[in-house]
């Protein structure tokens, strides 16, 4: 690698396969407005040259049109039942789903069947059997399928991971990585929000933000982990039915392993850590958005702390999501990409369960 | 805790007891006269104001005397038998026992006999049965007997203990520690060494630098794990009998978990963080020494790197043990601290065989 592409222009875009300019901007209804929506994906959907928001789909008119009227873009609201009965479909190329996980699979489901290609929150459903009958439903359709994982195209995680496969660290040895919040006390105090009921997200911290880690370790490999463990535990009553706090380890093939630590009881934090025979990379802070980014880099005699320009992680996800649409080039966290988390996921809960290791 | 305990004084002494001028010097006995020996202890010794090294007990009276005329306050040497006849105990008032692990037993024991206290090198044996046959040894006789980590006397982990223990993370929640070095590349590429050797090491990474990462984690939690789960693996001829890497996770009472990693096999690299509900404290490098050491301590609405004058890590545990021996004040890293780290280790393999959780 040149200095040039770790320290000058560490957030270009190295993905990109056509011109924003030559292609169609992909026309894009979001299913769900919540916080996440409105103040993360719509504003970046709005400063997107490869997408826009032309429609809103949401269970309140009222909300909807309130939101509607902030953005230029979007030409029209939908109400849930009149999204499935195809009202609209003139009006968007693609959906992205951003609602409780346990109705993803309906929300694609209906998407696929007006030949709507999908842009699904992570992970992708509230189990592996919904997750796989989600990418079954997509396939049979022919519309692309994506899960929306901010990491593959945040720069500094590009980068670390080039790093490593331009044999920088040697041969990896271990990853660590950890994602941590007081979901509660600083993000949303509600205690019958749906990150806490098991039946529509799946598990808790390890489904809500455990997969940062998990997932980017997987990325930074490229490689996917044959045997996991964990321990699972909560401290507070909201938290009886999905784990507050996980901690998972996991080999990966070649003898490499990793560790993952998520807890929606700790301190912000996150980072993730490759340490290998010759050198070490860390991006840390890693996962939450609107941080400086910082990548660490140890080999030799020399240690590098570099201090990356932020960049707007929806819009680059989004943006690659479009590039992909109007391209022939594979979309790398597909839907099966997704399936595996929650394979992993779920074997993380049953070793947990079982005080042993589980075969992935 | 005032500013200045954590900026301005943290090489303070805070586990003195003893003025170093007002008690009589302990006139200490070298068992093992191998690179940390000579490199590191001998200089320690001969810098502290409380100790001194007056007797070198080897198997080689050649190196043992051209090891002598180095230090002033050697008064002799001894072969092994004689050593072990009492040969020169009027020399000596405590032995520091720095040989293959799986010898420390018999070297303490000769030490007992003779009413010598014991400062023995980690781990305290090669298994958890010859540990507690050392500790009952040094119990009957009346000697004290201290295991050597460094750690319980380097100033950043004792300031990190304390800012723990006032609150300033919160409760704490997870640690994760790690040690690593290419053991062959970087620092003995003898394949027949001791350490490589199950009989004499009674294990490999784990026994000789995870060692680290989990006494520190016991230290800074105040508390032992109750299980354990782990993985090895090796990837070198040279590491057939015992593990080259080492990964193993602990779940510690009240729900706190910890992850510690370490390698002779990846870059050198050292650190600990313990994550809590409020904050989150890390001390890296770590474990090494002769590295400038740094503390973070993340928490609120602020991140302090803090850098950490050097201190000579074995001159502070050589005082710590001489200031004990002089007082009537407990040693914190006893022979039954000591046999738990064994435990735990021998645990760790036994649910790395087992893919299992193992409880402590």
């Known amino acids: 690698m040149e200095i040039d592409d770790l320290i000058g222009s560490q957030c270009r875009r190295d993905w990109e396969r056509t011109e924003a300019t030559a292609v169609p901007a992909v026309r894009v209804a979001a299913i769900g407005l919540g916080w996440f929506t409105r103040g993360r994906a719509l504003p970046a959907l709005a400063d ?55 109705y993803h699979l309906d929300h694609a489901t209906v998407a696929a069947e007006h030949g709507k290609h999908v842009l699904c929150e992570k992970p992708i459903e509230r189990d592996s059997d919904r997750a796989a009958d989600l990418v079954t439903v997509c396939d049979d359709a022919g519309v692309e399928l994506m899960v929306a994982y901010r990491m593959h195209t945040e720069p500094t995680v590009r980068r670390a991971k080039e790093v490593i496969k331009a044999g920088y660290v040697g041969e990896p040895v271990t990853v660590r990585g950890d994602m941590s919040q007081r979901l509660l006390e600083r993000v949303n105090p509600d205690p019958d929000q749906w990150r806490l009921d098991a039946e529509l997200a799946g598990g808790g911290a390890l489904f809500d933000i455990g ?24 401290t507070h009553d909201a938290f009886d039915a999905v784990e ?80 992909r649409l109007r391209s022939d080039a594979d979309i790398y966290p597909d839907g099966r990409h997704g399936v595996v988390d929650v394979e992993i996921m779920e074997a993380v809960y049953e070793a947990a369960d079982r005080d042993t290791w589980v075969e992935v």
Not at 260 to 283: D, K, L, P, W
Request: with cysteine.
């Open 48 to 102: 997107s040259a490869r997408c826009e928001p032309t429609v809103l789909v949401s269970g309140s008119t009222t909300k909807a049109d309130r939101i509607a009227s902030e953005f230029d873009a979007v030409e029209r609201t939908l109400t849930y039942e009149e999204y499935a009965e195809g009202v609209g479909t003139d009006a968007y190329d693609a959906v992205y789903v951003c609602t409780p996980n346990a």
């Open 244 to 323: 507050e706090t996980v901690s998972c380890s996991l080999r990966f093939p070649g003898g490499i392993t990793a560790t993952c630590f998520a807890s929606h009881n700790a301190r912000q934090a996150s980072s993730i850590t490759v340490t290998g025979t010759e050198g070490q990379v860390r991006i840390e802070p890693a996962f939450f958005q609107d941080q400086d980014r910082r990548v660490e880099l140890s080999r030799g005699d020399s240690h590098a702390e570099i201090q990356v320009d932020r960049v707007d992680q929806i819009r680059e996800e989004f943006d690659y999501f479009a590039d």
């Open 211 to 234: 997969l940062y880690p998990l997932n980017t370790a997987r990325f930074l490999l490229d490689a996917d982990p044959v045997a996991v463990t964990g321990t699972t535990g909560s």
